[in-house]
């Protein structure tokens, strides 16, 4: 029998570098799916655990659910009669997937894709900041999102933030404090001292941690820190009641037992949660890589102005080709249409619970030396690039709205 390394290895030569994937599903026991991730009907339902409103992206973070499933949120590579976890191909060949000189200062992808699916708006709720986490030794997660083009559910706008005069006049525990002490009624309350922004497909956000935020229920795609911690702050969304047990979940214990909801409260980044040029700052669009731009094609960065992760856009019309080089290890998800990656085939919507056609992940070596994308079909293909820690970071944009000349 090969070992684990030797399968991984020659998985990694026969592919040249570009590895399948299977599909990751996340089942939440709170809220209700709103099931458009494109599976059966009857493919949603997980049991005990409820529904799966969620699909991980070449992951290696374990979902921290209350009904712990001891794989769950952990990508497979695609080998037929293995079964060998990103994580896993990463301890045995970090050198030959990550690229020597980027595995000296990293050990892992460091990052982490989703699409969530919720029939509901999210809670209010904000992701503690990385000090906040240490105590507790768990990582904290900067995030960013992308509304897909997809139907966008019956609430989609997302509050973020507080308005700033309860910053300005010192009112945090005295608005917030009854009402999470009281942890009931009122769903939708404390939505009433946030700014809600329209849920644009195309568009999104980059939400720093410690930022309190209840994201709408537009299909979204999420990049972020390889971390699944949250800190609730709704008691009930629409009419779903949330477990109060959500509101300490990722708090020190010592720090519930001696401030009790207070202890919450500290762990939300005031300033930043009131700013005033909230949407200037951290509003997303695309914008083109003029770097990689071949004639009439080009990418978009769709993720960009942070060192932590970042991620692109590719629209290809039919029959167009493009050359693609990378910095670094990335992975690949089409979104519509179908094509190919050099030799490998990719379609979009060609999955089900165990095997997918639309999920890769490229090594270093094969990103550098580069390789084909063809559009391959009848319809515009569709494909997003992501990136972890480091890989982009002197070719990134800038965040933040740019005043155009007159």
Not at 16 to 44: C, M, N
Not at 83 to 101: M, P, S
Not at 224 to 246: A, H, L, N, R, W
Request: glycine residues 8%; charged residues 30%.
């Amino acid at each position: 029998m090969k070992d684990l390394k030797t399968i991984v290895k020659e998985l990694i030569e026969s592919s040249d570098g570009i590895l399948r994937l299977r599909p990751a599903w996340v089942a939440h026991d709170f809220l209700t799916p709103g099931k458009r991730l494109g599976l059966k009907d009857e493919e949603y339902d997980a049991g005990e655990r409820g529904s799966i409103m969620e699909r991980w992206f070449c992951s290696e973070t374990h979902a921290d659910n209350r009904i712990d499933v001891p794989d769950e949120g952990y990508s497979y590579l695609e080998i037929p009669g293995e079964d060998i976890t990103v994580i896993d191909a990463l301890k045995v060949c970090r050198d030959e997937i990550l690229g020597e000189e980027y595995a000296k200062d990293h050990d892992c992808l460091g990052r982490l894709i989703k699409i969530y699916d919720f029939g509901t708006r999210l809670f209010f709720h904000i992701h503690p900041k990385a000090e906040d986490m240490k105590k507790i030794g768990k990582n904290s997660k900067d995030e960013a999102y992308y509304f897909l083009d997809a139907p966008l559910g019956n609430h989609p706008e997302s509050f973020f933030g507080v308005h700033r005069y309860i910053v300005e006049q010192n009112l945090q525990k005295e608005i917030f404090l009854p009402l999470l002490k009281e942890w009931k009624g009122g769903e939708e309350e404390i939505l009433k001292y946030s700014t809600a922004f329209l849920n644009v497909p195309g568009e999104g956000f980059f939400l720093d941690s410690g930022i309190l935020h209840a994201p709408g229920s537009a299909l979204t795609m999420e990049i972020q820190e390889s971390s699944d911690v949250c800190t609730v702050f709704q008691p009930t969304v629409e009419g779903y009641p949330i477990s109060k047990s959500m509101l300490y979940k990722d708090v020190a214990k010592e720090d519930v037992e001696a401030r009790g909801e207070e202890a919450a409260l500290d762990l939300i980044d005031w300033e930043a949660s009131s700013a005033v040029d909230f949407y200037e700052k951290r509003h997303l669009y695309p914008r083109p890589v003029e770097e990689t731009r071949q004639g009439d094609q080009y990418e978009e960065w769709i993720y960009y102005g942070s060192h932590k992760f970042s991620g692109k856009r590719l629209i290809l019309p039919p029959g167009k080709t493009f050359m693609s080089r990378e910095n670094g290890v990335h992975n690949i998800f089409v979104w519509r249409g179908c094509g190919r990656v050099d030799n490998t085939e990719l379609k979009a919507g060609e999955f089900n619970l165990h095997s997918c056609m639309d999920e890769l992940l490229i090594t270093c070596q094969k990103a550098r030396k580069g390789y084909i994308i063809k559009n391959t079909g009848t319809e515009d293909l569709v494909l997003f690039k992501y990136f972890g820690p480091d890989i982009n970071v002197e070719n990134l944009p800038e965040m933040g709205h740019i005043r155009r000349k007159e």
